[in-house]
């Protein structure tokens, strides 16, 4: 978060009122993902279903993935 804001203001930034609209865009960061996970856990990104992506303020930067993975079998 950045120390020259309000004290106001860091306190929005932390309870996630507030959120980054900088760069880079969220949408990069998705498509990064895609492509890195190409051929690792899908053979094609029209399998990919849902994406959620957030970004937020924290002290500490960092990038959190979750993966679900279902497996739909064909019903005999």
């Known amino acids: 978060m ?39 856990l899908y053979d094609d990104d029209k399998r990919v279903v849902s994406i959620q992506s957030d970004k937020y303020y924290d002290d500490s930067p960092r990038t959190e993935i979750s993966v679900f993975i279902w497996e739909i079998r064909k019903i005999k």
């Open 2 to 40: 950045r120390k020259n804001l309000s004290k106001e203001m860091q306190l929005l930034q932390k309870n996630k009122f507030i959120r980054p609209d900088i760069r880079p865009d969220l949408d990069n960061y998705d498509k990064f993902l895609l492509d890195m996970f190409h051929s690792v």
